[in-house]
């Protein structure tokens, strides 16, 4: 009996097919009691004839094809009812699964099994688009842990993650409490896991095995689109519903610290593309929001906040039309703005975002870190739009050091009541 199995989207990319046999190539395994199953997301004939021809290769590959493109959530529903082993993992095929013994990991996954674990936990290393290394919701242990002692520990731990890589799954957990991917191309992962989180009581933590993920480059502004607000109400919905039901008093405060992470997205991508929602979707939206400000009051001041630091924007870029403005910004804010000043056409409008390279494609963003400070010659004027002060002053004091008059920074503070 298959006691894993590891569940793969993948589309039309020939460097993640590399990858992935690189990462896959690492886990030998003398035996079938690992598979790995590569859902095909509707990709072109030549990519999918050569996902075939490698799989070959190997014994313990097998490839399934959606019938349409209908993105990760949907391959992986794919993989999970084609899955024959006990438990399920997920796999970007971009990211990295290291395994120190594979002998060791089988063994402590048929205990696991014996003791009926439904959800174990396993080191999960992101590395951001700075190349930062982050170790993300892991304790040093490997037994299981009561409900309100997992919670407690995700609600102080600052570096949760709620996607779905980095677990493994009981198979028959998920089909017990019918838990699926939703048909979302946006957040179908984080509205998994709190499906998961309302059902699970024990949680296990497992060594010996890691899942190294990658910040995506060009992520953002690939899904910086307004369709995505429907996929956000999905999962704000799931998430305000959980909330309203739940009993558990720890359980509704994690969900709120989950619900405030993805509320600031919301009113970003809200603010970017309100003009042109249609009514059915702006009372979707009001009756969301009300019951977000509910649950979290003041969650709308992001919106505010963006409101105000462009109406400020617009009337300094006017009285400024002859000099060069350069405004910096944090990814999502980065856009918003963008968006809205899409019809003002300010030619010498520079923005300059906290990413590294390769994460925008659009024109007028420039990567934070190519940033030339010699501006003193353009006699610019610099906006730091940033929600952390600290990092405010930071970005202030870097370009006063190289040679940029004070009384050109301008960093703007909204307090909101």
């Excluded at 590395?127 to 037994?143: A, C, F, M, N, V």
């Excluded at 969900?255 to 593309?273: G, N, T, W």
């Excluded at 006017?318 to 703005?337: A, T």
């Amino acid at each position: 009996m298959k006691i894993l199995s590891v569940i793969i989207p993948i589309f039309n990319s020939f460097n993640d097919l590399k990858n992935l046999e690189k990462c896959l190539n690492k886990i030998k395994i003398k035996d079938q009691v690992i598979e790995f199953i590569i859902i095909d997301d509707c990709s072109e004939p030549l990519f999918f004839q050569a996902l075939l021809n490698c799989a070959k290769k190997y014994h313990n590959w097998y490839i399934y094809k959606s019938k349409k493109n209908a993105g990760p959530g949907n391959a992986r529903n794919i993989g999970i009812e084609k899955a024959q082993g006990c438990y399920v993992t997920f796999l970007d095929a971009d990211d990295v699964i290291k395994v120190n013994n594979v002998d060791k990991l089988v063994n402590n996954l048929i205990n696991l099994r014996k003791n009926r674990a439904d959800v174990v936990s396993i080191k999960k290393i992101n590395y951001s688009r700075t190349k930062e290394k982050q170790i993300i919701d892991y304790l040093e242990t490997e037994e299981k842990i009561a409900k309100k002692d997992w919670l407690k520990f995700f609600i102080d731990n600052e570096n949760v993650k709620f996607e779905c890589w980095g677990w493994i799954i009981r198979k028959d957990f998920l089909l017990k409490h019918s838990i699926n991917f939703k048909n979302l191309k946006y957040g179908e992962d984080q509205e998994f896991m709190v499906q998961i989180f309302a059902n699970l009581n024990l949680l296990y933590f497992l060594r010996g095995i890691e899942y190294i993920h990658n910040s995506k480059s060009g992520g953002l502004s690939t899904r910086f689109k307004q369709v995505n607000i429907i996929y956000q109400l999905v999962l704000l919905a799931t998430i305000v519903n959980q909330i309203e039901s739940s009993s558990n008093k720890l359980f509704r405060f994690f969900l709120r610290k989950i619900l405030e992470d993805i509320a600031q997205s919301f009113y970003c991508y809200l603010f970017a593309f309100n003009s042109n929602l249609n009514n059915k979707l702006l009372k979707d939206v009001e009756k969301i929001t009300k019951k977000i400000n509910l649950i979290i009051p003041g969650s709308s001041n992001g919106y505010k906040r963006l409101k105000l630091l462009l109406e400020n924007l617009l009337l300094i870029m006017e009285k400024n039309m002859s000099r060069y403005i350069y405004i910096y910004c944090l990814s999502e804010e980065s856009m918003c703005i963008l968006k809205r000043m899409e019809k003002y056409n300010f030619k010498r409008v520079k923005i300059i975002d906290d990413a590294k390279k390769g994460l925008f494609q659009r024109r007028r963003i420039i990567n934070f870190d190519k940033i030339n400070y010699s501006l003193r010659d353009y006699d610019p004027l610099v906006i730091i739009s940033h929600r952390n002060q600290d990092i405010q002053i930071n970005i202030k004091n870097k370009l006063i050091l190289n040679g940029l008059n004070e009384e050109n920074i301008y960093t703007p503070h909204y307090h909101m009541d």
